[in-house]
Each structure stands twice: as C-alpha cells, then as structure tokens.
C-alpha cells in the first residue's frame, strides 16, 4: 500500500512538472513570437500597398503601415522582436526582416 502512495506521488509530480514546463515554453517562445509579428507587418505592407496602388519600388514606413497593424490590435508603435532583434519593412515583394536572423524570418512557404 506505500509502496503505491508512494509511486502516485512520484507520477503526481512529473505530471506537474511536465505541464508547467511544457506551458512555459509554448507561452512564450521568441522565434515563434517574432514570426508572428513578421506575417503581421508582410500583412499590413500588403494591405498599404493594395489601397495606395504601390508597386515593387516603394517601401512603406512604419507611419504607412501603423494604421493595418492597429486595425489588428497591435499598437502604433513599431513592433519590437522578443528575441532583441529589429524589424525592417523592406521594399514591396520583399519579406520584412528581423536583426536577429537565422530562424527569426518568414518561412518562404508564407509567401
């Protein structure tokens, strides 16, 4: 009977365990976080680019494109990387940027 008190407590606390940890690290994750943000600009340069008649030439400011990211319920302020990096909108056609990079871009299959 302990020996059974004893092996639920032990598989008790790996169950915490494992579900505390594994909800840290999905909540939040940096690189996951920063490709998001990186679809949110691609979208806003998109959008501003389709209402304004832009061609490949252009590149928006953050000003042009604050009004697309607000509408999503982000802020007007530009978006800032969890990972430390800075974001660069880039010309039209081309995917924003992260200082960070590496893993920190849109994978080419969004595009």
Same mark, same amino acid.
């Given at each position: 009977?302990?020996?059974?008190a004893?092996?639920?407590?032990i ?13 840290h690290?999905?909540?939040?994750? !940096?690189?996951? *976080?920063? %490709? =998001? ?5 691609? @979208? ?15 590149? !928006?400011t953050? *000003?042009? %494109? =604050?009004f697309?990211?607000?509408?999503? @319920?982000?802020t ?5 990387c ?15 940027k ?14």
């Amino acid at each position: 009977m302990k020996k059974l008190a004893i092996i639920g407590l032990i598989l008790g606390l790996c169950i915490i365990l494992a579900y505390t940890f594994g909800n840290h690290a999905r909540a939040f994750n !940096p690189t996951a *976080a920063c %490709i =998001h943000n990186l679809q949110m600009i691609d @979208g806003a340069k998109e959008q501003w680019t389709l209402e304004h008649h832009m061609t490949t030439n252009d590149t !928006p400011t953050w *000003a042009d %494109i =604050h009004f697309y990211l607000d509408s999503a @319920g982000l802020t007007n302020e530009p978006l800032k990387c969890p990972g430390g990096g800075i974001y660069t909108i880039e010309k039209v056609g081309k995917p924003p940027k992260c200082s960070v990079g590496g893993q920190h871009t849109l994978p080419s299959s969004f595009r």
